[in-house]
């Protein structure tokens, strides 16, 4: 494996990392405004409060990771969608202000405000994710100079905003599988309800985007012709999707959380390999029987740092993800089993 290919799975390890760690505590806030007490609010905060925070490091390590392997992908992606990154990262802010300061006082309008602010600023971030996932693999305006040629406007397309929804869906998922983990008594029985509802919605916008795709961005699937190998994915994906209700059914939360986390992880494959080996494609000046432009499109070589930056940020890499690694199950396993309010819970 050469070092531009590593760094593009390794990019994808982080994004698998990311997505299925802050998946399910966005899917929290996503779902916050359905618990019908304080207590049962403090318990959604609760349940991920110790987590959160350490699940957005996967995104700041992906970000720095892109940074430093692929100047070229990282400076034309932040030009092009700087306005979305800036609500994304208002969206941020404001869910970790919101699970700060809710509890701070006592008020009703006060602790109101910011369960629709968290709820608001879940769903929004992971709407924006999904845009820019269904952006990138759609293509965008970028020309021969590697500058972004659209407006903010043009990133609000059907198709990402059908991906936007579809990630939407998938977290509030996930998020109602962890919160099934996390709690008891009514609460737990009511969270149940919830596991087939946010599956039924799920389902329901995979078929959905998944026909889309075929339909709208047929460059999606280029690469299941050289490497049949990636159709096992899709079959493992669907096998992964299938067991979830069957788990939810047999009362076994601990299966349905798994393959919520496995499918995940098959989506984020399948979207490297509808890229592979591009990082960003070009929709200018398409030749005709083309459906993107090879030219202006970046990928893992001509957008890359030189070799020496790559070996050392490799090394870099061996060293420093075996850290983060055992910082995240110290805090897994330190924060298991049901949540319990005490006196410094949020």
Known sequence: MDLHLFWFVTLGVLLVGYAILDGFDL????????????????????????????????????????????????????SGFYLAFMLLLFALIFRAVSMEFRSKREGVLWRRSFDVAFCAASTLATLLFGVAVGNTIKGMPIGADMEYAGTFLDLLGPYPLVVGIFAVAMFAMHGSIYLYLKTTGDLQERIHGWMWHTFGFFLVMY????????????????????????WLVVFLNVLAIANIPRAIYLRKPGYAFLSSCCSIAAFVFLFGIALYPYLLVSSLDVAPGMTFNPVFSLDIYNSASSEKTLQIMA????????????????????????????????
């Open 27 to 78: 899917g929290v806030g996503i779902l916050h405004l359905g618990a019908k007490s304080d207590t049962e609010r403090r318990i959604f905060m609760n349940s991920i409060g110790p987590l959160w925070d350490g699940n957005e490091v996967w995104l700041v390590t992906f970000g720095g990771a892109l940074f430093a392997a692929f100047p070229h992908v990282y400076a034309t992606a932040f």
């Open 207 to 230: 078929i959905f985007t998944t026909i889309f795709t075929l339909v709208e961005v047929p460059q999606a699937t280029r690469n299941f012709r050289d490497y049949p190998w990636a």
């Open 315 to 346: 090394i870099i890499a061996f060293l420093g993800m075996p850290f983060v690694l055992t910082y995240t199950a110290i805090i897994y396993w330190t924060f298991r089993g049901k949540v319990e309010l005490g006196k410094f819970s949020y």
